[in-house]
């Protein structure tokens, strides 16, 4: 199941954020709160103020002789194998930091911009509203450096910073969300063949080769038909050492019809050794859909292409 | 035009409707007791559409759908877009696309993906001439009347520079 962080600074939206986002996915919306009541239900009064005020107190024995943490810890990898949620605070980027179904997002603004916030939500002077900021940033800070040993503004820590001085919280949910969509897609490519041993480079810089695979490229695009370029590589011979001697590398993956495409605009010689490492693909990685695109198909729906936009585009044979 | 040339023809009027009647039949029984909704793409289906409405012997709904060639002003090729939409509602319906040919599968696939949009209860495919060889996307190719090679094609439905759609039989262009 997958999982977004949200870190944020206090005055930043971020709450905002989170509330819209998991709305908008239909997913439940974990915060502190519903922690203590989920996770620790048998928790004292006198504990559940001590999480409150002081992070040293996480490390301490919950019961079992396990310490909150590790409770905590334990209870959210649990829950998210069972059902997709967005997490408000408390550290969860970090214990989700290992995890490829995890996003993290923090959400910052700038201190005038926070400081203003926060004096109209809590009608507070300028001075009271700029103690209670840096003592709650101080605050956020301390916990997450005492209970995982990293410092919660690291932008390092983080798939996406977004600022609410320049965005709204309806900006920061559609970003988060293309993100998200983004890097599901990729992990699910990157994982769909991995144990038969593809090679994934989808985080590459895509450079097209050649401008006949520009030109595919156009033509997917005139068909809203969604591509990768090059997204994987697949292994088809090894040396005795193990070492890769001949891969197979399609040019394109149709992520919504879940096939690879490979363009050939070169003559018949090639195109019988191409056809023979096709076959070969397809019996080590069976499952995956592969298909030549022949010089033949590629010139008339390159034609078709430079057809758009005179008023008569052609006969309609080319479908 | 004086004269359409073509080279041969591959399949004669009789041959095409008696083909057409068995596709009818099928999808008469195959859809029995649903409700369905056949959408016919303009304008190469237009006979076949016609004919195989008139072959289904069930209560359906039918609509057409036309895909053109819009220019797009801000780029130097332009992109596909329905022209003619569908004027019923498919949602939770049972759909067929009819085609007369597919070969790359290209122009279907946006198509499906356009009506997916609209959460029918199935959407199948069902076309007169099919390539399978030539096909870059897996469609949902249900039903298909016959299968062609590589020519260029006319009548029935299909032209040349728009000549030769009122031809009743389907002929090999000289290309």
């Not at chain 1, 983080?158 to 897609?185: G, K, Q």
Request: glycine letters at 6%; one cysteine or more.
């Amino acid at each position: 199941m997958s999982i977004i962080t949200i870190s944020r600074q206090m005055g930043s939206l971020g709450d905002e954020v989170a509330k819209a986002l998991s709305s908008k996915l239909g997913w439940d919306l974990i915060t502190r709160d519903l922690l203590m009541e989920r996770f620790f239900p048998d928790i004292r009064p006198d504990q559940r103020t001590r999480l409150g005020e002081s992070a040293k107190f996480y490390l301490s024995e919950y019961k079992d002789g396990k310490t909150f943490k590790d409770t905590l810890s334990e209870s959210l990898l649990s829950m998210a194998e069972e059902s997709s949620a967005v997490l408000l605070g408390f550290g969860s980027q970090l214990l989700f930091s290992a995890s490829d179904k995890a996003i993290h997002v923090r959400i910052v603004a700038s201190d005038d911009v926070r400081l203003s916030r926060v004096q109209k939500q809590f009608h507070l002077s300028e001075t009271a509203a700029s103690e209670l900021l840096s003592s709650t940033d101080r605050k956020h800070k301390r916990f997450v450096s005492h209970v995982f040993g990293k410092d919660s503004t690291d932008v390092s820590l983080y798939h996406l910073v977004l600022n609410t001085s320049f965005m709204s919280v309806d900006e920061c949910v559609a970003a988060i969300l293309a993100a998200f969509h983004e890097h599901e897609l990729r992990i699910r490519i990157s994982s769909e063949t991995k144990t038969e041993g593809a090679i994934d480079h989808q985080t590459d810089r895509p450079v097209f080769k050649n401008p006949s695979e520009a030109e595919f490229a156009k033509i997917l695009d005139m068909y809203h038909i969604d591509w990768k370029y090059e997204p994987k590589t697949f292994p088809v011979e090894w040396d005795s050492e193990g070492n890769v001697t001949l891969a197979f590398s399609p040019d394109f993956y149709l992520t919504r019809f879940d096939t690879y495409l490979e363009l050939t605009t070169m003559n018949q010689k090639y195109v019988t050794k191409k056809n023979r490492k096709l076959k070969k693909v397809k019996e080590l990685y069976p499952g995956i859909s592969i298909k030549i695109v022949y010089k033949k198909d590629f010139l008339e729906l390159a034609e078709r292409l430079k057809a758009f936009g005179s008023p008569d585009p052609g006969n309609g044979q080319e479908k | 035009m004086d004269e359409i040339r073509y080279k041969k023809i591959l399949f004669d009027n009789e041959k095409i409707l008696s083909r057409v009647n068995e596709l009818g039949k099928k999808i008469s029984s195959d859809y029995q007791g649903k409700e369905l909704v056949i959408l016919g793409v303009l304008k190469g289906s237009l006979f076949f559409f016609t004919d195989l409405a008139r072959a289904i012997d069930l209560p359906l709904q039918l609509d057409m759908i036309a895909i053109g060639n819009i220019p797009d002003m801000t780029k130097s090729t332009g992109i596909v877009r329905i022209t003619k939409d569908v004027d019923i509602n498919i949602t939770g319906k049972h759909v067929i696309v009819v085609e007369d040919i597919i070969r790359t599968g290209l122009t279907t696939a946006y198509l499906l993906q356009t009506l997916e949009a609209r959460k029918p209860a199935s959407i199948e495919v069902c076309t007169l001439l099919y390539n399978p060889e030539r096909q870059l996307i897996d469609l949902p190719v249900k039903y298909y009347g016959f299968e062609v090679d590589r020519s260029w094609l006319i009548g029935y439905g299909m032209d040349s520079g728009e000549y030769g759609r009122n031809l009743p039989f389907i002929a090999e262009l000289e290309h």
